[in-house]
């Protein structure tokens, strides 16, 4: 059945959804916050600040005014970074009267609340929230915007409000699971950003493909020490939303994270790296919130702690890495086994 769905971030990421879901056939409202980039993207029927060549299909309108975007919807889609989701939230808890079910794409955790997406919108707009339904895993938009087969996973705490959202964007090219699991899949999707900046910067230093290798499975291994300590189940960071969205983020061009990383890695100052973006890049506030769950948790992160200190303490990079290599020996899995076998 055609539903009419609002998706808020005229972004890169907004606007492949946007095409997944006009594709399947739904009327789809594109909210922007600019007015120029909303006119642009009516006129020439493509976003070509943020995916340039793409053509959208029909069925997307871009929407420059949050009331005529929201008129009448049920559900909506939170396209934003994370920095903007409060903002944005509580423009739409203004607006809304109805109750909504609400989807968020974004991959970040709010530094200094230390509140995963989920539990933002939960503190912002429970009261006009039916369902929160996260989709995440290894997606570029660059890809998918091109039609190239994708995977990506849906959690909620609501099976059947999963299910409806995995029936609303599943098609030929974009394959959508179901997991239970929110707090893993939230983890994974944010954290992932970290290791990939530091995959790019390895990268810019000129390391070779073993030092990848090392940091995302041992960037793999922090991640799920911290996410199982949240609650998660340590099988998730073994799916798209964990390692596959790893895979995809730390050996992609196409990443963010990655290319600013890259530029880290080449010499490159943090604020100019940031300048040169034009997009969001995630990984950087999100090193900052990880280093504090780090230390709320008490599990230890070394790779992020590295990243944390070169990024905000002004250290060395190639300090950091000889200080990661030289730290005392270990058994690979000691504190991961005893980390699950205490959750169990
Ligand atoms: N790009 C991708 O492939 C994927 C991205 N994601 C996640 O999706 C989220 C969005 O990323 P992405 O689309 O890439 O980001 P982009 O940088 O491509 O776009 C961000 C969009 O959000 C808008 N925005 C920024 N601040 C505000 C605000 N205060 N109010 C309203 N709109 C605002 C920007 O508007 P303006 O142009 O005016 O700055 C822009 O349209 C991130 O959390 C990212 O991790 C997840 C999976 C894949
Ligand atoms: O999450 C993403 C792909 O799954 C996008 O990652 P970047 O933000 O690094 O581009």
């Not at 909210?31 to 120029?36: A, Q, T, Y």
């Not at 069925?59 to 008129?71: F, N, S, V």
């Not at 090219?173 to 995959?199: P, S």
């Amino acid at each position: 059945m055609s539903e009419t769905i609002t998706i808020l971030g005229a972004g890169s990421w907004g606007t492949a959804l946007a095409m997944v879901l006009a594709d399947n056939g739904h009327t789809v409202r594109l909210w922007g916050n600019e007015e120029n980039h909303v006119k642009e993207i009516n006129q020439d029927q493509a976003n070509n600040r943020y995916l340039p060549g793409v053509e959208l299909p029909e069925g997307i309108t871009a929407y420059y005014d949050l009331e005529e975007a929201l008129e009448d919807v049920e559900t909506v889609v939170f396209a934003v970074p994370t920095k903007a989701f409060r903002e944005v939230a509580r423009r739409v808890k203004s607006i809304v009267k109805n109750k909504i079910t609400i989807v968020h794409v974004s991959k970040g955790i709010e530094p200094d609340s230390l509140l995963r997406i989920s539990e933002m919108l939960e503190e912002e707009i429970a009261d006009i929230t039916k369902d929160i339904i996260v989709l995440s895993g290894p997606s570029h938009a660059e890809e998918v915007s091109r039609r190239i087969p994708t995977t990506v996973t849906v959690a909620s705490k609501n099976m059947e409000a999963a299910q409806g959202i995995q029936d609303l964007f599943m098609n030929q090219n974009f394959r959508v699971y179901t997991n239970q699991d929110l707090v893993g899949v939230e983890i994974g999707g944010a954290l992932k950003n970290i290791i990939a900046l530091a995959a790019g910067i390895t990268d810019g230093l000129g390391y070779g493909d073993n030092a990848k290798a090392a940091l995302m499975t041992r960037g793999l291994a922090e991640i799920t020490r911290l996410g199982v300590k949240m609650g998660a189940d340590p099988l998730t960071f073994l799916g798209l939303t964990g390692i596959g969205d790893l895979i995809v983020t730390c050996t992609s061009v196409h990443s963010r994270n990655w290319r600013a990383g890259n530029l880290l890695g080449k010499g490159k100052s943090l604020d100019e790296v940031l300048d040169s973006m034009g997009m969001v890049v995630e990984g950087v506030r999100t090193t900052k919130a990880a280093h504090q769950l780090s230390e709320k948790y008490q599990v230890k992160m070394p790779i992020t702690n590295a990243l944390y200190d070169v990024l905000f303490n002004g250290k060395d990079i190639k300090q950091e890495v000889e200080d990661l290599m030289g730290r005392s020996k270990k058994h690979e899995m000691e504190e991961l086994i005893d980390l699950v076998n205490e959750e169990r």
